[in-house]
């Protein structure tokens, strides 16, 4: 046995095994991931922020990025890119959100937006911390 470098068809077969074994254990509420990624943009046609995200099978809304561009900031955009993401999954099925954040990024942003702290990595990376937050969606 060897340890090797993945290749795109190494990593289906790691991403369609994961998911057989999961949905195996807990049957689906929606299909394997529905993505939701949105941005805005300027008056110029810039994109000045967006999110990332996607719904789970299990109907949870996943946020892996959401950016606003530094000269944009302190105008409620992130806000409303979050308040906009959460309606949009929640349309399709989702009940609930996750996000993480670092203490030095958005940590008083998502708790500004009722997300609750469910978790954190102290110290990493030095001298910071990971949070991870969970919200309900209604």
């Keep these: ?21 999961n949905l195996d254990k807990v049957a ?8 939701l990624e949105f ?7 810039d994109v000045i922020g967006g ?20 000269g944009y900031r302190k105008q409620a955009l992130g806000t409303k890119l979050l308040s906009y993401i959460e309606k949009e999954a929640t349309k399709r099925g989702a009940t ?6 670092f203490d030095f990024q958005a940590e008083g942003f998502y708790i500004k937006n009722n997300y609750e702290i469910i978790g954190e990595i102290k110290d990493f990376p030095k001298g910071h911390r990971r949070i991870y937050f969970s919200k309900v969606l209604q």
Excluded: R
Aim: net charge negative; charged share 20%; aromatic share 8%.
């Design 1 to 21: 046995m060897v340890i090797d470098l993945c290749n795109k068809a190494d990593i289906k077969i790691i991403v369609d095994g994961l998911n057989a074994y």
């Design 28 to 35: 689906a509420l929606s299909p394997i991931w529905t993505p």
């Design 39 to 45: 941005c805005i943009k300027n008056e110029q046609g």
């Design 51 to 70: 999110v990332l995200a996607g719904i789970n099978y299990w109907n949870g809304l996943e946020i892996k990025i959401l950016w606003v561009d530094e």
């Design 96 to 101: 609930m959100a996750m996000v993480d954040t």
